[in-house]
């Protein structure tokens, strides 16, 4: 965490900034509308600086960096894929590492940000719970990972962020302190949709039921990875804690608060979970909560020899899904030729979709996250 006692802009709800900025405008005998000039440079112009915004008076520029910081991640490396998947490792303000993913399609530019560096939740399939965990993120931290990473965008000819998934690093709802407020400000403060944000957990119950109260649409993606308590346990340790009946009644408030939409992650990995005597449990558990299911073939990682399932096996669970009644989807990992799938990225998406049918739909989240 930062040494620097300035507050970060970036870390507020527009509310909150609102009402901090006021009050520093009228201490120092300002007219309101600076608060107004503030806000349009931080959400419109993404300034990255104090200095930047040259429509306030000198002075006021350099008595508002005075009073506050605008903590934007650093660019530590950038990795283009031959796909066009982009890695940024960002360098946070002590030093901490974090990624983020931009994965373009013909239709969308999906950003995929981490809401922790590391992560606690040691999920036997995934490299980053193998890394441990190193600190929660702030807010302004993760907002600043898509503040930078848009701003790239827009220089390197990438366009405008359609879409953002919280399935980079860390498990957001064991960060819910910066993750709820990280929500607001970019649904509020950057207009980014509810519907165009999803939320992924391994199954954190509380924040399921947070995230169910609140009035916007977010979307939830749920790493279910195995329909049975017994087998998720070896593959979700949150499982012993949170285990499958309570979690599906936290996902039927998801489902019942209403144009809220779940996602079951489902990583397919050779002689685990692969087994065609688990679809029928899987089918019913989506059918309950109508979750649309992304079966992921399993990116290896290197503390493990499991393989992936094989093709034929994957579109046998998507044929007998859809024949269920259930919408599917397998997708391919995108960026791996930069690694772009590592950690939580390598245990949950960054993938292209591939629709059951065999209809090229290349989204790497579903296609009815439109
Ligand atoms: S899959 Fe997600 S929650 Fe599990 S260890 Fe990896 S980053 Fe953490």
Redesign the pocket.
Known sequence: MSSDARPDLLSMTPTDLRGALAAHFSGRGQPRYRTGQVERWLYERLAASTDEMTDLPEAERTALGRAFRIAEPVAQTVQRSADGTVKHLWRLEDGALVESVLIPTSRRLTLCISSQAG?????T?????WGGFDRQLTAGEIVGQYRASRRWADENGYGAISNIVYMG???PLANRKAVMPSLTILNEGYEVGARRITV???GVVPGILELAARPEQFRLAL?LHAPETELRRQL?P?EKRHALPELMEALEAFDAAGGKRITFEYTMIRGVNDDPALIARLAELARRVQAFVNLIPFNPIPYRDWRPSTPERIAHFARELEEMGVSVAVRETRGRDIDAAC??L???TLVQVARASGDPAPDPVPADFA
């Open positions: 992560c606690a939740m040691g999920c399939f995934c490299a980053t719970g690093m860390g498990e992924s957990t391994v790493s979700v949150l950690g939580q390598r245990g949950h």
